[in-house]
């Protein structure tokens, strides 16, 4: 099972046997989102070259109840978003591994830079309480020539869906990440479009 709102329903017996044991169990969580459908709008005549580091690819989330671990691998689907996002924000996006490689970049004015902050879910104990989820994303924007920042912005993205039981559990996480992360990408997309630094900022 790969669903931590599955391993929540596990029988008390189970856990009471596992906790007895001093036994831990970590499992990983499945993270499968589609693209979100932003808004279409204009995009910023910048040209950016979008940090994806490996801390951002490294990033996870773990869950620790009763015995159990639950991780979220949420780095790939942090990449993906950020490149959505910027792709459908600024005129021209460039991938760089890394915040020097894109001050190489001679042909982009901007330097994006998204950061994971943190990530946190609450849950019920039955199966129609809610499980709530949030993720912080902080998203820096530099001048590619003199490195300073020009824009820096929080993105806080919250997501509840019903907890579900051992035979709906899995659907429900599905529903919760895909939640998660269109509130997510909505939210940054306002953010950049409603910059006034970025705005005035012209390449």
């Given at each position: ?26 499992f ?44 979220y691998?949420f ?35 901007l ?21 709530h ?8 924007a ?29 659907k ?32």
């Amino acid at each position: 099972m790969n669903y931590s709102l599955f391993i929540l329903r596990l029988s008390c017996t189970g856990l009471l046997l596992a906790l007895a044991s001093g036994c831990t169990h970590t499992f990983t969580a499945k993270i499968t989102v589609k693209p979100t459908d932003l808004r279409a709008g204009q995009k910023m005549p910048h040209r950016a070259a979008l940090v994806l580091n490996q801390e951002l690819a490294d990033y996870k989330y773990e869950f620790q109840a009763m015995g159990i671990t639950t991780v979220y691998p949420f780095g790939p689907a942090l990449q993906d978003y950020a490149r959505a996002v910027a792709t459908h924000s600024f005129q021209e996006v460039q991938v760089a591994p890394s915040a020097e490689k894109a001050a190489e970049m001679s042909t982009a004015d901007l330097v994006l830079i998204p950061r994971a902050v943190k990530a946190d879910q609450s849950v019920g104990i039955y199966a129609w309480n809610k499980v709530h989820f949030t993720l912080v994303v902080e998203w820096a924007a530099k001048e590619r020539a003199g490195q300073n920042t020009v824009w820096l912005k929080t993105i806080t993205a919250e997501a509840s869906e019903p907890m579900g039981n051992a035979f709906t559990g899995g659907k429900h996480w599905l529903v919760l990440e895909q939640k998660l992360f269109d509130d997510l990408s909505l939210k940054t997309q306002a953010a950049f479009q409603e910059s006034p630094e970025l705005r005035a900022k012209q390449p």
